[in-house]
């Protein structure tokens, strides 16, 4: 069992940066995709950006011009870079990991975001 953790949610006001790293328990974290998804009360959870095994990121539309997503193989974390956070971008964070052999989530890591 993979045990994935998240780190660095907090409260911010818009305008603000805020920066999320996800670490894992496992010898093999270079063979998981890794990705981050966000819920906010009431929706669905959604994906906001992922990154291969490989290093090749891709961002949703909504956040695209403000976060950035990598990886660190050697320290095994995924970070998600966040700036010119909006409110809209409120929502518990989650970072999934997954390749053939399981998929693991995190528990989660809460952003608020709020004048």
């Known amino acids: 069992q993979v045990q994935v953790e998240e780190s660095g949610g907090g409260f911010m006001q818009p305008g603000g940066s805020l920066t999320l790293s996800c670490t894992a328990s496992?010898?093999?974290?270079?063979?998981?995709?890794a990705a981050w998804y966000r819920q906010a009360p009431g929706k669905q959870r959604e994906l906001v950006a992922s990154?291969?095994?490989?290093?090749?990121?891709s961002l949703e539309d909504a956040v695209k011009d403000r976060f950035t997503i990598s990886r660190n193989n050697s320290n095994n974390m995924v970070t998600l870079q966040m700036s010119d956070l909006k409110p809209e971008d409120t929502a518990t964070y989650y970072c999934?990991?997954?390749?053939?052999?399981?998929?693991?989530w995190g528990q989660g890591t809460q952003v608020t975001v709020s004048s």
């Open positions: 990154v291969t095994r490989s290093g090749s990121p």
């Open positions: 999934k990991l997954w390749w053939s052999m399981g998929t693991y």
């Open positions: 496992t010898n093999t974290f270079s063979f998981y995709h």
